[in-house]
């Protein structure tokens, strides 16, 4: 998404949050974490850990080697390893990255950059119920023409409207809190994900890998990717719940309804009289653009053997647009009920 | 589906609970609840209650006549109370489906037809998971080259292959039972969601029309389809899951690699020495195929005004798919369990 | 699909082209052009073909074995040929599908199939250009108030709005018309997709086959389906621009709009003051509904080696609902045209 | 997509003709070209002309005035015009963008656009045909072990699997050459896609426009989107025909088949003898990613009234992601073709 395409229909908070520097930083936290449990557990020497964490405080990565390695390795982790290994003094560099794959950094460091990011479209979500509510404690018992099936129907009123979009919001609220025990864990497999790579030690590497960067335990999923899979779907449903709110303004605010007017709609470059809905369909396109996106993740579910490449790729290219996708779907809307005035 | 393709990738046993007979059985309970919980509540005479339920007990529809309802109004609902209301004897034949609105009748009855399939959908899933446990405590122990990437990888153990795909399938599971709370709950709205055309009783008839289905009670939800939608990702899940167990067997029996063996695998009018993996390459077919379907269930979302015929019908054609689409999947892969032999 | 959403949503005269009986019928009839176009080069013993095309008019095929044998072999053309086979008397049997793989018979007898089918589409396509310009000759200079993003714009007239429906409709048509030299091809190469297996004449039964079928010669395409997807692709593209008209018809016939008026439009069981426009509303659903599939088929052109069975039986999950979606698009689409009044 | 994901699944040639200034230049180009056309057929003063084509040259956007009026409008050429506007000198500025639209100058940038990146697209499609000639020329008579449906068949040559991956190519490169014709065209409709702001003269005006720009002339379709949409799917059935040739050199190139190795193959960070496929398997990921975008692509055809802001939005969030996914496969398969050694 070019910059101006961004400053419609994306989110510079969350795109901070999945920036390459955000992702190097944690997948170097990822690393000091693993060497600190490692040394705790004993299956690396505590010098070690302590000349490691020294030598990730002070590292600069190469980014020209780093985008040539990744372009190499369709992974980053091994040029990352390489460059830091070679700041790190002897006989400590080895005990860098010890037992562990590059999966079990990208997909951990995914974990603490998610568990961001999902703190930010929580607070957005709250907010978006609170400025419902309050929509509804002031215009809920105002009267509105009710329409089915594109034709007016009854009278209702706002009350019931505003209910009806706040209702699936608040049961995504709910999905997210109730999801992050389940998603926000740590990835640890080794090389074929059995744990074998940790000399006895994986179980106990894990879970002292776990408190340190404040995720939870679990078996290695490196080809189970359904806790991805499913926040990404969740996203998508929030995303439609949102879409359906700018339908159905779009729809309230055409000239000839006029249920709802709004401030700041966007002007023609033609006709000096419109003021278009914008934010309104920004929804209804990030809606039907998520879903397309989830979709496409749930393709990425059918991995081939212990780790599949193609599968995983996949998932790097749509999940991150789910998150801003979601991201910005939420910031329109915040923006949408300044703008709606119920008439 | 024809039948010939049904033999291969459907699933009869859903496809019975998804019949026209089937829903329209499941609408007429709906419309039975609805006029006894009214009697109950005191919004209808309890002489009309009886009367309808003994007309409905004896209503034959018209096929032909509901087909054209269907056509004519994007509902049978309208067509199928008409021809019902015609056998009610004078002066209670308004007291049928009076309050109600045809997607009060057709949600509320696809609710009744999910908790059945649901049913069998966790039994199958939790065989497959039991069936996966005794091919673990077999062969948990027999060694397995890993493959991460296409490549040969290291060696690891059956177990460590058959716990990545069981820990995905328990997610299912406890994801399934956790939704049903939420999502097997009536619909009870009246024409525009409100609750209105109740007569001040909506409140009273939904709690009584729930008790009277064994469904859970929960605000209109005419135009809030999130928890249908959040079923179809889960299926979808669940078969991405499946579809990956799928992608692996179909890998490891390759001829090269003999990992596996297939009994009974499919033959070739061609080739008289091959056993094609059938059952595996339908697992990822159907995989895929539902991750399609769920994104499109996605695009449903969208709805507008107070109700969509639009995203509505949408949802008819995508929603009975899935769920044939899980329950073959979860056939299949019991099938297949009986024709691995791990070598 | 069943019956009554059939009724609604579905194509009946496209179901018969796809039902299994006009599906093994079209596979006999290349079963029988291949041992007549082997005959004529050479290839079997012409009283061999003659034996075979008298068994094949006789041939009353075991429904139950060929469902088995689908179940059991992924693709019917075992079971099929072994049925036949025992009905040819010695010494001629053997020269039956000779040289021949089950996907050569099952994707040519879809060409034949699909021929017969693009003509019914093509058939309504140009009945509802015809419509349409219908309209246009009469109502064109009629004004009508043009809506951009969702706001009243600027008075255009009718003309203009029945050109921005057909246009698009007439590339369509031209579209369709260019695709079929290159689509309705025969299939024909062996085991393995090399020819190989017809001894040397390979080419020459191919030209042969061809003739006899009506069909065009190609180069084998069991692994490159982009003709077959490209075909779900154009048909999305016409059902999305019908789904067009009917947001349009949908939004125009709104009731604080009405500048159109739908004659038999759907009734309600609740507010018997609606005229519901369903035939429109189905345009949308349908249009949304082809774009996931034809998405979904697009998963399918990721064939593994000389032959994919999970990508193959995708196509068959996805391809003959884009028929039918389609031919019902254009079926509701010409019945919209008799429903319209523009006011 | 960030700078490392780029650098392995981007493509920075395709990148920079999508750019904002990329742009903003081809629709500056439209707008000088808009007035000189103008001024051809009289409607606007030959000086206004010049004095407009002048202020262009000399014109430096305010990129942070036209995002705000982006994120106002939902549309950059409000702000653009109105920048621009103000550099003109009276009394001529009014001439500029006389009787258009925002959509006309969008779209026909997005044509000028479109020339270039198909440009590319088809001479990397070229080289790779001849590259894969080159490859059939020196290893075709090779044999080959077919195989189908996950399993060995027979044996072929590696000339028959060449053509197989070749021939969807060419018909992909003869498929877009033949769609430029009707694709590459301006745009010229006015605020509701009638011509009448135009003053009469805007048939001239068209005709003259799509002379200076070297583009076709058509119809205004603000509203038909089906050229666009179809070329995202011509686009989807390149990448999946590249990703079949991905899936068969990640599958040929497994451990133990060993059809096919591969020079520079990725490395690992945990297993140093690993080679992996990186660039196969990202023709896979490629290929399913695109299929999912121009699915979703599809569901922009359903446009409301006479330009729908939200359809219209979901075309910017796809379409340019197509380019650049096409693009980084093509890119990408010309770099497989030095990589693997038939064995």
Redesign the interface.
Known sequence: ?????S???GDPEIDAL???DA?LTAMLSVERALVQASAEVGLVDPAAAAAITTAIAAFAPD?AA???G?????????AL?AQLRATIPQPHSTAL?KG???QD?VDTALMLQTAKILDILQTRLGELLARLADLRKSYGERPLL?????????P??WG??L??WS??LQ??LS?LEAMRG?LLVIQLG?????R??FEGEGEAVAATLAIHLGLGVA??????R??I??LG??L??LT??L??I???V??L?????GAITLE?G??????AH?????T???L?????????????L??????????????W??E???L?QIFVTTGASLRLSLKLCDQIRLT
């Open positions: 998404m070019t910059p101006l395409l400053a419609l229909a999945l920036s390459d992702q980014h780093l985008a040539a990744m372009a190499r390795d369709g992974v980053v982790v091994p390893v990255h562990a794959t590059s950094i009710a329409h089915t099936r594109m034709q007016a129907a009854l209702t009123r019931d409207k209910q009806s209702d699936p049961r995504h999905g389940g080794g090389p074929v994900g059995d074998r790579s078996s290695p999923w490196h080809s189970a359904d806790p899979v499913a779907d969740r998508a449903l439609g719940s879409g359906k700018g339908a159905d779009a729809l605010a055409q000239t000839e309804i700041g966007g002007g023609s470059s033609s006709m419109k003021s278009n809905p914008v309104a369909e920004l209804v396109a990030l809606a039907r653009f998520n879903a397309g996106l989830a979709g496409t749930l393709q990425a579910m059918v991995h081939e053997y212990e780790r599949s490449g193609a599968a790729t996949l790097w290219l749509t991150p």
